[in-house]
């Protein structure tokens, strides 16, 4: 019965009487067989419906979703590009200097996850800077000598040198935006 009705209401000939036939069976003056045999009565004398107004709720859910969809691949895209200007800026314009893991502190979280501390010179100032990344165990070990990439402009603004420190945000930000935006462009495909 309820197969029969949803298949009806799909082709309903006529959204008013459609609406007004719902109100009838939500107030109990007619029960839903009598309902059904009556939409059946109306769709036999009216034409078809337009198909664009009985699919038009289903696109603007769809368009929604993929604004949100789009919306959230362009912002984790652009955090990862975000990350990857900085590192890049350092390749294109920083300096290098030699420096040394001075101490861990905590990665955060509930874990024993450490960072490096790493102390650097330059031109005869001290600076000291803690690592982007928390690893259990520690990635490095105090008394370890680290590459640090500097501003020349702005010393105290720098880098640790390793791939891992330097690339891994903008990697996985980075690819994650690309995924989800692959994924909602495939979406979009499809529904069209």
């Known amino acids: ?36 045999d009556e939409l059946e009565r109306i769709q036999a004398q009216a034409s078809p419906p337009s198909s664009i107004v009985l699919n038009a709720p289903r696109r603007r859910r769809w368009s929604t979703a993929m ?18 200007w900085r590192t890049l800026r350092f390749e294109l314009i920083g300096r290098t200097t030699e420096g ?44 370890e000598k680290a590459v640090v990439y500097y501003n020349p402009a702005d010393p105290s603004d720098a880098q640790i040198s390793g791939f891992i420190e330097r690339w891994l945000f903008p990697l996985i930000f980075g690819s994650l935006g ?7 462009l495939a979406i979009l495909a499809a529904a069209r």
């Open 1 to 36: 019965m309820w197969e029969r009705y949803f298949r009806m209401r799909r082709r309903a000939p006529d959204n008013e009487a459609l609406r007004h036939l719902l109100e009838d069976v939500a107030a109990g003056r007619i029960v839903v067989d009598e309902a059904v």
């Open 67 to 84: 604004v949100f969809i789009m919306l959230f691949a362009v912002t984790i895209g652009g955090v990862g590009g975000f990350f990857g």
């Open 178 to 184: 690309a995924v989800v935006g692959f994924v909602g």
């Open 100 to 143: 040394r893991v001075i101490h861990m502190v905590h990665g955060g979280g509930s874990g024993n996850h450490m960072k490096p501390v790493v102390a650097y010179s330059v031109d005869g100032k001290d600076y000291e800077i803690t690592g982007f990344i928390s690893s259990s165990p520690p990635a490095w070990n105090i008394g």
